[in-house]
């Protein structure tokens, strides 16, 4: 080495501080270790996987009961609109049958049709108020035909 090529080189690690990183390679064989279960953290794993369980099963419980109310708060309303539908419906079928068996109105129709009112005697009420309530026998009495002509 000359001269100047050793100042530059003592220059150059005049310019490094620290120490220098040094790897070293070293095998290490773990074939021949043996785990040794500790009782311990077993136990406080089961435990612990346990009260996990519980909590599992206290959270799911909880929300099936929630959403179960909320289903059962939806058909409720889905049922007392549907009973409300079937009491207008009702409503309006008593409506209904009562101006159909409006008498003015059956009369007015039996006119137009060209029917007479009855004579006397040709009417016979069904009640079933007859004498104390016996079983009444049906008759045949004689009828008269009057022709529309």
Sequence with gaps: ???????????????????????????????????????????????????????????????????????????????????DSLVEMNRELHLEDASLRNPERIDTMARKLGLQSPQAGQVMRLDGSAEGGAPVMASASPISVISAR
């Design 1 to 83: 080495m000359t001269a100047a090529s050793a100042a530059s080189s003592s220059r150059r690690q005049s310019f490094w501080v620290g120490t220098p990183e040094i790897y070293f390679a070293k095998t290490i064989d773990n074939s021949r270790l043996v785990k040794v279960e500790d009782p311990r953290r077993g136990r406080e794993m089961r435990q612990f996987s346990i009260a996990l369980c519980c909590l599992f099963l206290l959270v799911m419980t909880y929300a099936w009961q929630h959403f179960k109310a909320i289903e059962y708060g939806y058909q409720i309303e889905s049922l007392k609109m549907q009973r």
